[in-house]
Antibody, heavy 124, light 107 residues
Framework: QAQLVESGGGLVKPGGSLRLSCAASGFTLSDYYMTWIRQTPGAGLEWISYITSSGSITDYADSVRGRFTISRDSAKNSLYLQMNSLRVDDTAVYYC?????????????????WGKGTTVTVSS | DIQMTQSPSSLSASVGDRVSITCRASQNIDNCINWYQQKPGGAPNLLIYAASNLHSGVPSRFSGTGSGTDFTLTISSLQPEDFATYYCQQSYSTPITFGQGTRLEIK
């Protein structure tokens, strides 16, 4: 059964860095598009980034572009989100999700398997 | 960015009721919309993809309709486990965006 487990969240000061991990089991992560989404009580669900199955294409929300980097390690069957220059408004629960994608936009891109999330708190 | 506006924001209903939740896109998105259910403390779960396709394992009481800018998620006969928050999500263009959610509560 496909499963995702996020880790790496915690408390960090503004301007700091964190690296989130997402360990996959029951499937080969590099066979799929993978997406990071975050959720806050105020802003709801926010798409952050995705990486294609080939790993050749990544995309980011404007709110994190230039500060966050998505990557993966096929040998460890894991997805990562490197978060730098963290701000208070990055505080959220971060989810990784296995994603079906038609491979183009406009197209079909839906998150099929979700992890349980990891909490990031940015505060001084 | 494409804005997704859900209505209502919250809804009270009883077991056995038929309920509908709507999502309006700020521009045409063809049928590039998905629906998710989220229960307290849990992650969202995919219900409907590409506007009207039922995800594997999702009960047939859930259905989705619409094309263009106006979409509807319908639950034909509410069950106790359906009380949750529902979100729409467009995949017509990046950034991918979600609706603000509809909280479905027990009356």
């Amino acid at each position: 059964q496909a499963q995702l487990v996020e880790s790496g969240g915690g408390l960090v000061k503004p301007g700091g860095s964190l690296r989130l991990s997402c360990a996959a089991s029951g499937f080969t992560l590099s066979d799929y598009y993978m997406t990071w989404i975050r959720q806050t009580p105020g802003a709801g669900l926010e798409w952050i980034s995705y990486i294609t199955s080939s790993g050749s294409i990544t995309d980011y929300a404007d709110s994190v572009r230039g500060r966050f980097t998505i990557s993966r390690d096929s040998a460890k069957n894991s997805l990562y989100l490197q978060m730098n220059s963290l701000r208070v408004d990055d505080t959220a629960v971060y989810y990784c999700a296995r994603t079906y994608s038609s491979g183009w936009f406009p197209g079909y891109h839906h998150m099929v398997v979700w992890g349980k999330g990891t909490t990031v708190t940015v505060s001084s | 960015d494409i804005q997704m506006t859900q209505s209502p924001s919250s809804l009270s209903a009883s077991v056995g009721d038929r309920v509908s939740i709507t999502c309006r896109a700020s521009q045409n998105i063809d049928n590039c919309i998905n629906w998710y259910q989220q229960k307290p403390g849990g992650a969202p779960n995919l219900l409907i993809y590409a506007a009207s396709n039922l995800h594997s394992g999702v009960p047939s009481r859930f259905s989705g309709t619409g094309s263009g800018t106006d979409f509807t998620l319908t639950i034909s006969s509410l069950q106790p486990e359906d009380f949750a928050t529902y979100y729409c999500q467009q995949s017509y263009s990046t950034p991918i965006t979600f609706g603000q959610g509809t909280r479905l509560e027990i009356k």
